[in-house]
């Protein structure tokens, strides 16, 4: 859920930090994640009205809710987001001559052509990299075209990711344990983040978070995110010296490693800047796999 507060709040954990690319990272796409956050204040999203029903076969992963009802979402709107973040990325980056050039000639009207309507999960799976393909500059996508296409779509799906959330919470009984779905039961997309940390009535939970709309999900501890395996001797936690809350929960099975962060408490956790911070670790394991081959 974006919340403006909360990502300030998270921000300032990080600020003044010894990490030059970390703390370059935190300014650039910090500032486009509050200014997306401001936006989606500004005018929510559509939430579909789905049934109990619908909830509660998302909640068991046998269903998508984005599948159930699609949404329809205003290209013309996509496309004022997109244009808004890229301005917001252009000057937080502070970028001047060829290179502002290049990311003010992105054809942002091109990109929302491609949005499906209505929206399910599979064309959800299918937009970005069809958008990516019609912003006309592939050196820019990883770092331009695609963060900025997705924090534009995350303003247009925030309330319904978050409002699913609330939703399938409601409906889930603390004591009745469930399998749990690996991919986000509101849009289908890949869990991008977990946490592990304290809650009020229910002792430490772990949850996984969707940054593509907004969800999150209450998670097995010891299972692996990716694949499923619930083997104890197959999973374990690995992290930098010194730092106990950012860790990979890394699988033996599948070979993945899932950024979780040990919170502490769930109000000081927001997992988009976490997931900025987190991708300095995974670019540290991915380095350590490598070099152990
Ligand atoms: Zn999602
Ligand atoms: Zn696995």
């Known amino acids: 859920m974006l919340n ?19 703390a370059r990272t935190l300014a650039v796409y910090g500032a486009v994640l509050q200014r997306a956050a401001q936006l ?24 998508v809710l984005l599948s159930e009802r699609p949404v329809v979402l205003d290209p013309v709107r996509l496309e004022a987001v997109a244009r808004d973040l890229a301005q917001t990325f252009i000057d937080a980056a502070g970028l001047t001559g060829k290179e502002r050039a290049a990311c003010e000639a992105v054809d942002w009207a091109g990109v929302a052509a491609k949005l499906p309507s209505p929206l399910d999960a599979e ?6 990299p069809a958008a990516a393909q019609a912003a006309g500059n592939e050196g820019l996508g990883e770092i331009f075209v ?6 534009a779509l995350r303003v247009l799906l925030d309330a319904a990711g978050t409002e699913a959330s609330r939703a399938i919470d409601a409906l889930e009984p603390d004591t009745v344990h469930a399998e749990r779905p690996l991919r986000c039961p509101v849009c289908g997309s890949a869990a991008a983040i977990a946490s592990v ?8 939970v772990k949850k996984l978070y969707c940054t593509c709309c907004g969800a999150s999900w209450k998670f097995e501890r010891i299972r692996c995110a990716l694949c499923g395996d619930e083997a104890v001797s197959d999973l374990n936690y690995v992290h930098d ?33 976490e997931g900025m911070v987190m991708s300095a670790l995974e670019n540290y394991y991915d380095a350590e796999a490598a070099g152990a081959k």
């Not at 403006?4 to 970390?22: M, T, V």
């Not at 695609?146 to 924090?151: A, C, E, H, I, K």
């Not at 929960?249 to 040990?262: E, I, L, N, Q, Y």
Request: proline fraction near 7%; hydrophobic fraction near 40%; charge should be negative.
């Open 40 to 63: 989606a204040k500004d005018a929510p999203g559509p939430v579909p009205e789905w049934t109990p029903e619908e909830i509660s076969a998302a909640r068991l992963g046998k269903a």
């Open 197 to 204: 940390a304290g809650t009020m009535r229910n002792g430490n």
């Open 123 to 128: 064309g959800l799976a299918a937009f970005l």
């Open 4 to 22: 403006i507060k909360n990502i300030q709040r998270a921000l300032l954990k990080y600020a003044g930090q010894d990490d030059e690319q970390l």
């Open 146 to 151: 695609l963060p900025v296409t997705g924090f």
């Open 241 to 273: 010296e010194g730092d106990e809350a950012h860790r990979l929960h890394v699988c033996k099975s599948c070979g993945g490693a899932m950024p979780t962060v040990f919170a502490g408490e769930e109000l000081q956790f927001n997992p988009d800047v």
